[in-house]
């Protein structure tokens, strides 16, 4: 809960011959990309830790370490030695790699655990994904609903370039989820000719096609049937098929079923795709993360944890400079961060001079300092209601309670969603109808 994940490693992936499975409960970023399972063709291609080291042992253990124990462990077991004593070591070229990591974070070149680990650590230890660090569930916004599709499989959809396949035409009509059904079954004969042992993906606009070809069944017998059918293609094939939701609009092979061509793509290549296909996560795991939030709000996080450095590999901008044979880069400093960027001059002093306005009339009118009500949000609202009535009476410009407003949102971000109330003294020109709706 403290922002740790779990990580396992074995030894016989480092060239030890034992296999010695084990889980480190860590905060080291560097140490995920050393996450290893077993590779080895059998049980028997390993050394039980049991006993003590005989000269039928040694020799054993010596022609299954890699290349030698020497590389592996420093130096070879001695005769009658503990073989869970000396299977205590870790394999050399193990902690070499852990010792870089290590070395390139202190020198500013590491990375940080992805949100995804972390929630993914949590679930695995049967924790509630409330308890990451800085997700309060007070403040945790609402969700994306499950229907609402995710940006990225839009943009996968408007970026890949596809081609038509086959076409036909059912000889009879029949229910369109049956008959969409049927399309997928043939999708799959296809790949199981074309595109054997693969794992396949289908974008469809069928959310029925999908839940019953995710689940294998479905109460309606005719789509069973269609299923049935089409196990043997996923079996004979080596399939694993898997199935993502894209609306209508974006769905290529829509054209063609109507007799028009395939769409070219409107959107280039998502970049994040691109260091996908290199093996280069950080970025889809931004995405990923931010995909969990409904639309508009998920496009912000999106940019938030790119620009913030989460999930960036070498966040803030870098210069290249190129001197001699090879190229050094220097990190550019972006300097202080100013939040008053936004206003022109003019502006800001507007919204200083009404703030004051604001600030001098609680004073002499409910003998109030503002410092006094500041932290109490509901306060601030009413009194700037209060200033609005007040200046409706007296016949004051309107704009002073705007810029007054404004000024109270720029000081306080977190208020802007609590100051609809005296807002809507100063949405319309008819303000003596809003002071009544208001009062």
């Not at 130096?75 to 790699?97: D, N």
């Not at 990375?111 to 309060?136: F, N, Y």
């Not at 409904?294 to 290249?320: H, K, M, S, T």
């Not at 044979?325 to 972006?334: D, I, K, L, Y």
């Amino acid at each position: 809960m403290m922002g740790c994940v779990l990580s396992k490693f074995c030894f016989c992936a480092y060239g030890s011959a034992f296999k010695k499975p084990s889980k480190w409960l860590h905060n080291k970023p560097w140490l995920l990309e050393l996450e290893t399972k077993c590779t080895c063709s059998s049980a028997a291609s390993h050394c039980l830790i049991e006993g003590t080291f005989t000269r039928d042992k040694i020799k054993d253990f010596e022609s299954k370490c890699r290349p030698n124990s020497t590389e592996v462990y420093g130096r070879p077991p001695r005769l009658g030695e503990s073989v869970a004593s000396y299977s205590a070591s870790y394999p050399i070229p193990l902690m070499r790699r852990m010792a870089l990591g290590s070395l390139n974070h202190s020198q500013g070149q590491s990375v940080v655990i992805p949100l995804s680990r972390k929630l993914a650590c949590l679930s695995e230890l049967g924790c509630e994904t409330t308890h990451v660090p800085g997700w309060s569930s007070d403040t945790q916004p609402a969700l994306r609903p499950w229907h609402e599709d995710p940006d990225w499989i839009g943009e996968l959809a408007d970026s890949l370039h596809f081609r038509e396949l086959l076409r036909y035409r059912f000889l009879k009509q029949g229910h369109i989820n049956v008959l969409e059904c049927r399309t997928y079954k043939t999708w799959l004969k296809y790949c199981c000719k074309h595109h054997q042992s693969s794992r396949i993906l289908g974008l469809l606009d069928s959310r029925v096609t999908l839940g019953a070809t995710a689940k294998g069944r479905s109460s309606s017998f005719a789509l069973s049937r269609v299923l049935q059918t089409s196990l043997g293609y996923i079996i004979m094939g080596g399939l694993y098929p898997g199935g993502l939701h894209v609306s209508t609009h974006k769905n290529r092979s829509d054209g063609p079923s109507r007799n028009r061509r395939i769409p070219a793509p409107t959107k280039e290549e998502p970049w994040w795709l691109r260091e996908l296909r290199e093996h280069r996560y950080e970025a889809f795991d931004a995405v990923l993360a931010a995909a969990q939030f409904p639309q508009v709000q998920g496009r912000w996080v999106r940019l938030l944890l790119l620009l913030c450095g989460d999930i960036e590999r070498n966040p803030g901008p870098i210069r290249q400079h190129t001197a001699g044979v090879g190229a050094s880069q220097e990190r550019v400093p972006r300097g202080s961060f100013d939040l008053g960027v936004g206003y022109s001059q003019a502006t800001a002093q507007r919204m200083d001079q009404c703030f004051a306005g604001f600030v001098s009339w609680m004073s002499e009118a409910i003998d109030c300092r503002f410092d006094e009500i500041s932290g109490n949000v509901h306060a601030v609202a009413l009194a700037l209601r209060g200033y609005g009535c007040y200046l409706y009476e007296k016949g004051f410009p309107r704009y002073l309670l705007v810029y007054a407003i404004t000024s109270v949102q720029d000081r306080f971000p977190h208020f802007e969603v609590f100051l609809h109330l005296p807002g809507r003294l100063t949405v319309n020109g008819n303000l003596q109808n809003q002071v009544n709706a208001v009062l």
